[in-house]
Structure formats: C-alpha cells, structure tokens
C-alpha cells in the first residue's frame, strides 16, 4: 500500500527527525511551531487539507454582566425605592405578575451592572487568559525571528504563566466546592469537558398528551 510522509519541514536545524505517514497523501501539510517545554526539536503542527470546524466555525461573541460590589449596592437600592404595590395591582393574574415581576428586575439589572463583550472560540479553556494569549503568541514570534535566546525565555514565561493560572483555577473551583457553590462547579466542569446537554424531549410528549 502506497502511503506519504506528511512532515516536510525540518524538525532540528536541516534535519527532519519526526515522520509520520498515513494512507492518504497529501491530507496534511506540515507547519513549525515553537518547541515543547525542554525539547531540543520543534514541534510540528500537522494541519488536515480540509478546512477544520474550528476555522469554519464563526466565534461566538458573549456578552456577561460584571457583578462589581457597586452594581450590588445599586440594584439594592433600586429594588429599595420600587413601589411594587404598583406592579402587582397592573397585573390581572399570578402568570402576567410573574412575568411583570421578572421583567422589571431583568431591566434593573441591565441598568446597573455594566457588561463586557468578548469572543469564544471552539477550542477556547477556561483558565487560557487574554494575557496567555498574547504570550503564546510572542512565544511563536520569536520562534520566527529566529533567536534562540529571544526564544527560550519567551517559553520559559509562558510556561511559568500556564502553571500560575492552571493553580488559579484550580483554587476557585475548590473554593466554590468548600462554599457548596454547586451551579459555579458545574458550569465549570461543563466548560473543561466541553459538556454539552441535548434538548429535552418533555415538550413534545406534554403536546402529545394534551391532545
């Protein structure tokens, strides 16, 4: 059976020393990246000739509040100052006063706790930082510059970077374990195992069941 090397780029200085064959030719291409922690080669990013999901995959833009102790102490004093003898004489029954009600705090809400925007991504993990971001990418800057110096010690900080937010992380789900802040954990775990949960199959049986 006739197959193809895959890495074409050399691996350590002019020599190739990593290979890496398949069935099909030409289904990758090989590109350089910087070395792995303490490796004396570089490591090689194999990239499939069909565009991944990842790059035809939009990013998602997410927008979150940001519970700062002065939007706490603002919506305190809104809800304060709210008449809510007003609010439950406008509704005619308890469904349309549920709605009145949780509608009117979702518009406090918007009003005093302030938002920030940002992008997701397919591959995105919880504790991977704008700061290691732009790390990583000075550590494959000076990869290309060609410095091996220059290099190193960019590896070195993002390395030490990855360990301190890794622990980070890790203390804030512990936290949230010992303060039985069971919603928190979970929302976390689903973020690292990439956890997503199927829709459920109640409303179209309760139809059924009406009809």
Known sequence: MDSGQHITCTTRDSNILDHCYTVLKDAYHSVPCAALGLSDHC???????YRQKLKSAKPAVRTVKRWTVEAERDLQACFKLTDWTVLEAAATDLDELTDTVTSYISFCEDMC?????????????????????????????????????????????????????????????????????????????????????HPPALKPINNWLMT
């Open 43 to 49: 490591l090689v990013h194999l990239l499939p000739a």
């Open 113 to 197: 706790a302030p938002t920030r925007t940002y992008l997701t991504f397919n591959n995105d993990k919880p504790w991977f930082s704008a700061k290691l971001k732009q790390l990583h990418q000075a550590k494959e800057d000076a990869y290309r510059s060609g410095g091996k110096a220059l290099s190193k010690q960019a590896k070195y900080t993002l390395n030490r970077e990855i360990r301190v937010a890794k622990l980070n992380y890790s203390g804030m789900l512990k936290k949230q374990l010992s303060t039985n802040d069971l919603t928190s954990v979970w929302n976390g775990l689903k973020a690292i195992t990439s956890y997503k949960s």
